[in-house]
């Protein structure tokens, strides 16, 4: 059975931290994806890695940084957490032009 | 600007119906479109791909329709079943560069 998981599926952190969301998938996919999901915004793509260090910016890249060091592993950073980061965070990954497969996803609360 | 609509009204249905959600989309001309499943506080799953060519494609009780001229997309689940309620979303590639843009979603209520 195909697998994506993240790191924690409920994470609590302070405003000005730094995160760290993991995310590991067990198919061989040469792509990964981290987005977040609000209420009444959607999916919304942060980055995107189509190969071991290689990485493009999603659509709000903004106030996060990924690391690809090994196939499976994709990491998604807050280098300085805030308040309007709480969301669900979400990490998929696939094959080219394939479907997704999503992992449980993270719902961060920055307070 | 370029869209993905969906209904924002959830749809309730009775067990036994046909459930049908629309994906409509402008200033695109997507090579396929996807749909996922999406259980509350669970990562969305991957339902059904339908390529340009395709007219229609079907999973089980899942159908999907592909009309690009309209620019919109059917999705059909055929005598509902309580355990289909969920947020569907509807999911396309507008580039072509393996980058997924996606509807908000439309939740459907399988009512007993």
């Known amino acids: 059975d195909v697998k994506v998981t993240q790191s924690s599926r409920y994470l609590v952190k302070r405003t000005g931290e730094k995160v760290f969301l993991e995310c590991v998938q067990d198919m061989d996919h040469e792509n990964m994806f981290w987005y977040r999901q609000d209420p009444g915004l959607g999916l919304r793509l942060i980055y995107f890695s189509y190969d071991v260090k290689m990485k493009e910016k999603g659509d709000i890249p903004e106030g996060y940084s990924v690391s690809r060091e090994k196939k499976e592993r994709f990491s998604l950073i807050l280098e300085s957490a805030s308040t309007n980061q709480t969301s669900m965070y979400l990490c998929?990954?696939?094959?080219?032009?394939?479907?997704?497969?999503f992992g449980p996803g993270t719902r961060l609360t920055v307070t | 600007s370029q869209k993905i609509e969906q209904n924002s009204e959830a749809l309730n249905i009775q067990e036994g119906k046909t459930a049908t959600l629309t994906c409509n989309y402008t200033?695109?001309?997507?090579?396929?479109l996807q749909w996922y499943r999406q259980d509350p506080g669970r990562g969305p799953v991957f339902l059904l791909l339908?390529?340009?060519?395709?007219k229609e494609k079907r999973k089980e009780r899942l159908k999907v329709t592909f009309d690009t001229t309209l620019k919109q997309s059917l999705f059909h689940i055929t005598a509902s079943q309580p355990a289909d309620s969920a947020t569907y979303l509807c999911a396309l590639d507008p580039r072509g560069n393996n980058r997924l843009a996606f509807g908000k979603g439309n939740q459907v209520v399988v009512i007993p």
């Open positions: 998929a990954s696939n094959a080219q032009f394939y479907e997704q497969y």
């Open positions: 200033n695109y001309s997507p090579a396929y």
């Open positions: 339908i390529r340009e060519n395709e």
